[in-house]
């Protein structure tokens, strides 16, 4: 990896390790085995394996694999910085319903009313607004009173800003 996806990487993993973010209650589900959270505010996660996020809000995230983000409200700003670029320009891009990168090593930023983002491989965020994140794998999680790993078993963590 570059030494500029590092860098990026490991102030990621500085936020979702070292920042408190929202409250969540903790509910088993019968027969499943995951777990759900619901709460206020923030999620950030790291790990290996799949996310998918459903969500409104501010997404940042680091990844390394494969990813596909939907504008579903069709409102969605992305924005994709990536280590194979030259200089530090990054793409803006609008008015596009789907976004599919493969083999990629960089940061994404997106901010909607109504979108999903799916990663396979590594990957860090955090993610604030409402929705909710299924995580699969090996990883972290960590919301203000909370925090846990996420396992092949899986985990379900929901929630949602103040006011909404």
Known sequence: MSKRLMVMLAVVLTVVVGSAVAWAQETDR???AERVL???GFLNASGSGSAQL???????????????????????RVRIGSAARSGDEAEALASRPTYELTDFQGG?????SHFTVEVAGFTAFQARGGGKAEL??????????NRGFWSEA???LGFE???H
């Not at 809000?57 to 409200?73: K, P, Q, S, T």
């Not at 699969?136 to 009173?145: A, L, Q, S, Y």
């Open 38 to 40: 619901a709460g206020k």
């Open 136 to 145: 699969v794998g090996e990883g972290v999680w960590k919301t203000r009173n």
């Open 54 to 76: 459903e969500m409104r809000g501010v997404l940042r995230m680091a990844a390394d694999g494969g990813v596909v983000i939907v504008d579903i409200a069709g409102d969605a």
């Open 154 to 156: 899986g985990v379900t």
């Open 161 to 163: 800003s103040e006011g």
């Open 30 to 32: 019968p027969g499943k």
């Open 108 to 112: 994404i930023r997106v901010v909607g």
